[in-house]
């Protein structure tokens, strides 16, 4: 199809516009031939508007796309399932814990009335087995072993807090290098964790403050468990750690009342595979979801569905002032309540792969915002944005996309927030209800050579 095309110059990127409403970059630069990715060089960017140099993905997306197909940019695929723990009940154990009265078996099997002397006979490496039932306020050391629930099955072995006028230090346990698997945390309880900490199949269950907090430089592993109905975080990272691992995972219907209580706050590098995060709310603090700081996040396969962030000055899903990666991820109807936040996500150098951001309502910003943003196969659609607060669908300085379609977005005061922009088929609509207004704002900073703005059908403005 011939199409009538305007070259728009961004430094030493030459973008064309065409009718159908995509935007191709020719191969001056960004386009490079297919054995040398291309490099936007951020080089000449003023000191008000800093970043790396930005690496052009490869077409990884499951579906080619040509031509600008918006049909074809498929976004996120990925669908929860049932959180399933792959331990069962160890039956014949149950049997010994009730016919002894016992509280736990040592790695040897022999049963004890107190969960400290059974966690005290067992050497390194060994097993204790956890017997059913409810432990108030526990103050066990688990050192070097892993302990294990008869039961694991949600509810039946239990530990809890007792509250006590909001001090709540001495309810916890402390885990050392070791695993835990199929317990049961509720109330003002909590785990301490210090070196390398497995967790498997553990519920959290209408807890207050956090579930976990890393006391020391170390890794936690969280797989095959659910947080529910709680009105705290999970993970409290308190000093730096090697790094959080999450699988597998719900969190759900959660309510941080605590400021500052995001479900997933770390203070090291973090990574979510096969999690979804639904209808949990943030009355306090900034990010409903994971919050890292400058450390890394990495997300893969998740659903982050119906969130809220009610705070003022409260901000999104997810968010790290370091480097933020998403793959086959969907951001879906979350909100960000009062003013002045973003719904989305949100990091110093973002980059999205195969992601789905739909139907989120802001009344601040935008529900992806970066400094650096790289994306390839992403669709932002259906968003309600706020014009008074300068929101749009994208907030970035430095965009390099491909395959991206930002449609259906109304409310704002652009389609998209840039100062830099190079993409190849991106669709912004044609301006028939697609976003609301279309336009592509497009900065002028210093150091930058002139912007050629174009005419229909992208409004470039600047």
Not at 219 to 239: K, P, Q, Y
Not at 350 to 369: F, I, K, M, Q, R
Not at 371 to 395: E, F, P
Request: hydrophobic share 40%; glycine share 10%; net charge negative.
């Amino acid at each position: 199809m011939k199409a009538r095309q305007r070259a728009i110059r961004l430094g030493a990127i030459t973008v064309v516009t065409v009718a159908a409403g995509c935007v191709v970059v020719s191969a001056q630069q960004v386009l490079a031939d297919t054995d040398t990715p291309a490099v936007v060089d951020t080089g000449s960017v003023p000191d008000s508007v800093p970043g790396p140099d930005v690496v052009l993905p490869e077409d990884t997306s499951d579906t080619a796309v040509s031509s600008c197909d918006v049909d074809a940019i498929q976004g996120a695929d990925w669908v929860p399932s049932d959180i399933v723990c792959p331990h069962t009940v160890d039956a014949g154990s149950v049997t010994t814990c009730t016919s002894g009265g016992f509280q736990a078996l040592d790695g040897s099997g022999v049963g004890h009335a107190d969960v400290q002397d059974a966690l005290d006979a067992t050497p390194a490496g060994g097993v204790v087995t956890l017997c059913p039932g409810d432990w108030s306020a526990p103050s066990w050391v688990v050192n070097g072993v892993t302990l294990r629930a008869a039961d694991p099955s949600p509810g039946a072995t239990r530990i809890f807090g007792i509250y006590t006028e909001f001090d709540t230090s001495s309810n916890f346990i402390e885990a050392h290098d070791a695993t835990l698997i199929g317990i049961t945390v509720a109330y003002d309880q909590f785990i301490k964790t210090f070196g390398d900490i497995e967790a498997e199949c553990i519920t959290g269950s209408e807890f207050t403050g956090e579930v976990f907090v890393v006391e020391t430089t170390g890794a936690l592993t969280v797989r095959h468990s659910v947080f529910e109905d709680g009105i705290g975080g999970v993970v409290n990272g308190r000093f730096d750690t090697d790094e959080i691992l999450v699988e597998d995972c719900l969190f759900q219907n959660n309510n941080s009342i605590a400021a500052s209580k995001s479900l997933l706050e770390p203070k090291g590098p973090i990574t979510v595979r096969r999690s979804a995060f639904l209808n949990n709310s943030m009355r306090y603090g900034q990010v409903v979801a994971i919050e890292a700081d400058s450390h890394s996040v990495y997300v893969e396969d998740a659903l982050l569905e119906g969130n809220t962030n009610t705070a003022s000055f409260g901000s999104g899903v997810i968010a790290g002032d370091g480097a933020v990666t998403l793959r086959n991820v969907t951001l879906r109807r979350n909100s960000d309540g009062i003013q002045a936040g973003f719904n989305g996500v949100a990091g110093d150098h973002l980059e999205l792969y195969s992601v789905t951001v739909e139907d989120n309502t802001s009344t601040g910003h935008a529900p992806v915002e970066a400094n650096t943003l790289v994306v390839d196969d992403v669709r932002i659609v259906g968003s309600v944005l706020d014009k008074d607060s300068g929101g749009s669908a994208i907030d970035a300085n430095d965009v390099v996309a491909l395959n991206m379609a930002v449609l259906g977005n109304s409310g704002g005061a652009a389609a998209a927030w840039v100062h830099n922009i190079a993409c190849t088929c991106c669709d912004f609509g044609n301006g028939l209800g697609d976003n609301t207004p279309i336009d592509v704002h497009v900065a002028k900073p210093t150091g930058y050579t002139d912007v050629v703005l174009d005419e229909a059908p992208l409004n470039f403005t600047h």
